[in-house]
């Protein structure tokens, strides 16, 4: 008889598992690229998303224009994207890399949620990530997040109607 499974808790599924047995994954990593700005804080915000496949190749871009944020929500926001992406097209392993040192430290733990604007947003991130298999999250300098970034500054151009 097998004994029964334990269920993980979120730091295990965003990383922090310290089990040293390799396993095999039963399914590809996603890997989302994340990030959300803002001219002015608050000011016109937006984010973007750049998903790849298993072999490093985009699948998918996405962005969006949110009017009037903050750039912590529009990180938020960028993440919310790249989850929805990952349960919506059955991805249940995502990996995010974002250059918000904040929203990284805060879904591993290591910083609270204190803003009101960022609890709601955070929670429905949790929620989320609990129904995927596996979720990580790792803080990168802004040079290795560019096409995200590029595709934030693209969104904010056009809800301004400049042409690109």
């Keep these: 008889m097998l004994p029964a499974r334990q269920p993980r808790t979120i730091e295990s599924r965003i990383g922090m598992n310290s089990s040293s047995t390799p396993r095999q994954d039963p399914s590809p990593e996603i890997v989302a690229h ?3 700005g803002s001219r002015g ?3 016109p915000a937006a984010y973007g998303v750049v998903i790849e496949g298993a072999g490093g190749a985009p699948v998918a871009k996405l962005s969006k224009f949110l009017g009037r ?3 912590n929500v529009a990180e938020y ?7 929805e992406y990952a349960l919506e097209y059955h991805h249940p392993r995502l990996r995010v890399l974002t250059d918000s040192e904040l929203m990284a430290r805060q879904l591993e733990g290591r910083y609270k949620v204190k803003s009101r604007d960022l609890k709601p947003l955070f929670e429905r991130a949790r929620g989320m990530i609990l129904r995927l298999e596996h979720f990580s999250i790792r803080h990168v300098p802004r040079e290795k997040n560019a096409e995200a970034d590029r595709l934030v500054n693209q969104a904010l151009d056009a ?3 400049k042409t690109f």
């Design 159 to 161: 809800a301004e109607g």
């Design 41 to 43: 804080n608050p000011g």
């Design 69 to 71: 944020a903050t750039n």
């Design 34 to 36: 994340v990030d959300g």
């Design 77 to 83: 926001q960028g993440l919310l994207a790249a989850l």
